[in-house]
């Protein structure tokens, strides 16, 4: 095993680009509320990505310390040691984790995505619901910076492997196609460009993004994802393939009919930076790191509604939301990481049960 393991400000945007002030509402007590009903796991180090797995369990990575714990479904935790070749800094380190499709009920593959010395990049593990080895490099070559590493990975309903890029400090590399920074990537298994994409032979699904860290989809297999503005505002987007996002061109809405709109946004983005993102209920739900917050976005369709914050201040930094095996959602805490205020038993996975969609 190869392991070393309310109101909003309306703030100028971008000369060529023009915006309008968003809606966002504050939760009241006349508005059905999320309740936070206990904690998954207390006590880690800098988490950034869940992984739910088919039997129950799931696996959960550390950005800083480039380990994977395993959390069992009666509260086991296992520390499944160091992945190989991971040099945390700054924003990078151990990020994104995946389960391959489950074969009969079983999943025998798990994802990473994580900071090398040299590049970001996407390794496979073998998985027999107890160890991970055989770590293999499936992609590679992604542009790494202290910042904007993306980093978030998923696997689709189409069971294409999506891989969100951010654009590494070079905002001219969303737009360059031949780059595979700034941008949502779409593979198969083995790393390979998925068929269908827009372009052939290129695993570019969507670009113009500035930094992705969020991926999910909704009942009718639309893909949303949440992105980090620059200073002005943040996104969440309902992605088509071969759609341009804007960056650097746009932050939010723009006047321009060659870029895709933001389906909600968020502006200062001193109340959201959004990251992990899970869709249950009707509702896109937006973990928020410098927000403090869990942003709720319903959405109808293609559309989504007036977002309403939760839990502002409550906990924290908030790095990654999923659904979880108890069907709660668990958001996972981010207050370990330097740039948080760590109380007692951070981080955590909070269990959140969710009102019921109206």
């Not at 196609?177 to 269908?196: F, N, W, Y």
């Not at 409550?314 to 207050?335: Q, S, Y």
Request: aromatic share 6%.
């Amino acid at each position: 095993m190869r392991f070393r393991f309310l109101v909003v400000l309306v703030v100028p945007l971008l000369a060529a680009c023009a915006s309008a002030a968003p809606e966002v509402s504050p939760g009241s007590e006349s508005t059905p509320a999320p309740v936070v009903v206990g904690n998954a796991a207390t006590d880690l180090a800098a988490p950034w990505s869940m992984a739910i797995l088919a039997d129950g369990q799931t696996l959960l990575t550390h950005r800083d310390d480039a380990s994977i714990t395993l959390l069992q479904p009666e509260g086991g935790r296992k520390d499944l040691g160091q992945v190989e070749g991971v040099v945390p800094a700054g924003e990078g380190g151990l990020l994104g984790i995946a389960a391959a499709p489950a074969l009969n009920g079983k999943q025998d593959a798990i994802y990473a995505y994580f900071t090398s010395a040299d590049d970001n990049r996407v390794v496979r593990f073998n998985w027999d619901g107890k160890q991970l080895s055989n770590q293999q490099t499936v992609v590679d070559g992604i542009p790494k910076s202290q910042i904007h590493n993306g980093g978030r990975i998923a696997f689709g309903p189409d069971g294409s492997l999506y891989i969100a890029t951010g654009d590494a400090g070079q905002p001219e590399l969303a737009q360059d196609k031949t780059s595979l920074a700034g941008k949502i990537l779409r593979v198969t298994e083995q790393g390979d460009p998925a068929a269908g994409n827009p372009d052939s032979g290129s695993p570019v699904y969507s670009l113009g993004h500035r930094n992705v860290q969020g991926l999910a989809w909704d009942d009718d297999g639309r893909l949303w994802a949440s992105e980090f503005g620059e200073n002005d505002v943040d996104e969440l987007n309902q992605i088509e393939p071969g759609s341009n996002y804007g960056w650097p061109e746009c932050e939010g809405r723009c006047d321009r009919a060659e870029f895709a709109q933001p389906a909600a946004e968020w502006s200062p983005t001193s109340i959201a930076s959004p990251s992990g993102l899970a869709i249950a209920d009707g509702s896109a739900w937006v973990a928020s790191l410098r927000g403090e917050r869990l942003w709720q976005v319903p959405l109808d369709g293609a559309e989504a509604g007036v977002p309403q914050e939760w839990f502002a201040g409550e906990f924290g930094r908030l790095r990654d939301a999923t659904v979880g095996p108890d069907g709660l959602l668990w958001v996972a805490t981010n207050n370990t990481d330097s740039r948080g205020t760590p109380e007692p038993g951070d981080d955590r996975i909070l269990l959140v049960e969710l009102p019921e969609a109206t």
